[in-house]
């Protein structure tokens, strides 16, 4: 069975642009999160989407949006881009929604470059 | 400040030795789980502990939640250069995964 992909694997942007990412979960889960890893530290939350309804936002500014489609894949935006959101962004999909019985499985990730 | 708190950040030992990594927050939180991280990879979940005290073992490593639900460690006994990675602990807070940040192991043959 496929895992959960991401595309694009690398992605390099100019400050000021916009972009977005995509992530397929693994057949049948039904909940999807979004999670930023700067270079040496722990994955951050940024969304979680269930059922298509947001559950959760993290502690990020406006400039992040997302969103998960009836097929249950999901797009992450960013915009107006700064150097600061250089960093890999993981994708990871759950059966349900809760995390202590449903755990999480995650992409390998979209290295974004922000230069 | 991290919610969770992870020590050592940094770990290089030879192969054959025993180590251990602690996960401390002060906060409880209704379950942790550990995650193991490759380069160029995502996180691979190795265990979940939810009831505090609770200890699980999965072959050379072994995981205790504290009794109070708010610190674990991760115990492994004769470390292999596969056990080399990112070892990161997340903590289930309001059903949303918080993550400490992460201890790198290294194991020198």
């Known amino acids: 069975d496929a895992g959960v992909t991401q595309s694009p694997t690398h992605l390099i942007k100019t400050r000021g642009q916009q972009v977005t990412l995509r992530c397929s979960p693994i057949s049948g889960h039904k909940s999807v999160s979004w999670y930023q890893q700067v270079l040496g530290q722990g994955p951050q939350f940024i969304f979680q989407y269930y059922e298509k309804e947001e559950r959760g936002r993290g502690n990020f500014p406006d400039r992040f949006s997302a969103r998960q489609f009836p097929n249950y894949s999901s797009e992450l935006n960013v915009n107006a881009l700064l150097l600061g959101d250089s960093a890999l962004y993981l994708c990871?999909?759950?059966?349900?929604?809760?995390?202590?019985?449903?755990?999480?499985?995650f992409g390998n990730g979209t290295r974004l470059t922000v230069t | 400040t991290q919610l969770l708190e992870q020590s050592p950040q940094f770990l290089s030992i030879q192969e054959g030795e025993n180590l251990t990594v602690y996960c401390n927050s002060s906060?409880?939180?209704?379950?942790l789980q550990w995650y193991r991280q490759e380069p160029g990879e995502g996180p691979v979940l190795l265990v979940t502990?939810?009831?505090?005290?609770e200890v699980k073992k999965l072959k050379r490593l072994t995981f205790q939640f504290g009794d109070a639900r708010k610190d674990s460690s991760l115990h492994i006994t004769a470390a292999q250069p596969g056990d080399t990675g990112l070892y990161l602990c997340a903590g289930d807070r309001a059903q949303k995964l918080v993550f400490g940040q992460g201890t790198r192991l290294t194991i020198n043959p």
């Open positions: 906060s409880v939180f209704s379950s």
């Open positions: 502990v939810v009831t505090g005290g």
């Open positions: 990871a999909s759950s059966p349900g929604g809760a995390t202590y019985n449903s755990p999480l499985h």
